[in-house]
Nanobody, 124 residues
Framework: QVQLVESGGGSVQAGDSLRLSCVAS????????MGWFRQAPGKEREFVATISRNKGKTVYADSVNGRFTISKDSAENTVTLQMNLLRSEDTAVYYCVATSGLINLTRRSGYNYWGRGTQVTVSS
């Protein structure tokens, strides 16, 4: 089993930046990819970004590409999401995810471990 704990959420103004972190513990040697999803009120949970643990290959949702950056520290079992130029539509609960698989990495079904989430609120 793997446990994920997020930190770094908060309330900011549009145009500001925020940095989310996620620490994995437990059987972390099984993890091949880590990433982030988010869920806004009344909306489906959606993919944000993912990064492969070994080579650091990244994939982003179109809505955040160019504004968000995902990075990792494999030695510390940590993944970080740097969010710049935040918009009101980025307001959501952000979930850290991890998987021991290699497919469906932009879909919820691709991840078998989820954190509890951290709230990000962007005011316009």
């Amino acid at each position: 089993q793997v446990q994920l704990v997020e930190s770094g959420g908060g309330s900011v103004q549009a145009g500001d930046s925020l940095r989310l972190s996620c620490v994995a513990s437990g059987q972390t040697f099984t993890i091949l990819n880590m990433g982030w999803f988010r869920q806004a009120p009344g909306k489906e949970r959606e993919f944000v970004a993912t990064i492969s643990r070994n080579k650091g290959k990244t994939v982003y949702a179109d809505s955040v590409n160019g504004r968000f950056t995902i990075s990792k520290d494999s030695a510390e079992n940590t993944v970080t999401l740097q969010m710049n130029l935040l918009r009101s539509e980025d307001t959501a609960v952000y979930y850290c995810v991890a998987t021991s698989g290699l497919i469906n990495l932009t879909r919820r079904s691709g991840y078998n471990y989820w954190g509890r989430g951290t709230q990000v609120t962007v005011s316009s």
